[in-house]
């Protein structure tokens, strides 16, 4: 049964130089290949995205520009994950509720996903969301 701590920050690998750094995501870097890639952007601060979870896809994401805080819920226990680094992301495993809140100005998450959008894979109510995890 996945949990929260199994959701991890991982380091995308970098290249320093003086006229700005490059961030490399290649297969190697994710314990997925991701299908779909998409990002959210111009989210007003008060606002929340997510409010699922996914009983097959996993997720990586990104604040590739400004910060943005994960509330991860997997049933039994929360965890909140701030990002605000381009070359440091969080690993969200399959059957674990995201909310997305606390959007900085000029905020960009991109996301990395495991397979391409099936609305069948979403559990969008937290009540069932809670039931299936028993």
């Known amino acids: 049964m996945a949990t929260v701590n199994e959701c991890t920050i ?5 290249i320093l130089d003086q006229r700005g ?14 299908k779909r890639i998409y990002y959210l952007y111009d ?10 979870s996914h009983k097959e896809q996993s997720e990586f994401l990104i604040a590739v520009s400004g910060s943005f805080d994960v509330v991860l819920n997997d049933g ?21 509720w995201r909310e997305l809140t606390n959007f900085s100005s000029g905020a960009v998450c991109l996301v990395l996903a495991s ?20």
Not at 80 to 96: M, R
Not at 115 to 134: A, S, W
């Open 10 to 14: 991982i380091d995308v690998p970098k």
């Open 21 to 34: 750094n490059l961030a490399v995501i290649e297969k190697q870097t994710l314990p997925f290949v991701f």
């Open 43 to 52: 989210v007003p601060s008060n606002a929340y995205r997510g409010g699922h």
């Open 76 to 96: 039994k226990q929360t965890k909140k994950v701030t990002l605000n680094k381009p070359n440091k992301g969080l690993l969200i495993t399959t059957n674990i």
């Open 115 to 134: 397979d391409f959008f099936d609305e069948g894979d979403y559990v969008r109510n937290f009540e069932e969301f809670v039931t299936l995890k028993k």
